[in-house]
């Protein structure tokens, strides 16, 4: 996943950034793509059917980041893309890359 993320990035005359997010507590967001000024964080789960408990990080990372943070992405290897939470997509990898 992030060698797709860089090979995206270095297509872009704006590079964006690709971090990484934790918080003192453990919580956690896998990537976070840092673009002119907004942050989409970024979920990997090795799951065919995610939870709701699979985004719980990026729901944590929206609300201490408000409007500079996008929608969310959930990534796993099922088939179907779907609202998991107000803000959080899920869909497959290999939709998105």
């Given amino acids: 996943m992030l060698s797709d993320l860089v090979a995206w990035r270095g297509s872009e005359l704006e590079a964006p ?4 997010w934790r918080t003192s507590t453990g919580e956690e967001v ?3 793509v840092e673009w002119r000024g907004r942050l989409l964080p970024v979920e990997v ?3 065919e059917r995610p939870r ?3 985004c719980k990080s990026i729901a944590i990372f929206r609300k201490e980041h408000g ?3 996008l929608p969310g992405l959930l990534l796993h290897d099922g088939a179907e893309t779907t609202w998991l939470a107000d ?3 899920a869909a497959p990898w290999w ?3």
């Fill in 17 to 20: 950034e690709i971090l990484y």
């Fill in 30 to 32: 896998d990537f976070v």
């Fill in 45 to 47: 789960k090795s799951s």
């Fill in 52 to 54: 709701l408990d699979d």
């Fill in 67 to 69: 409007r500079q943070a």
């Fill in 87 to 89: 803000g959080i997509l």
């Fill in 95 to 97: 939709r998105v890359i």
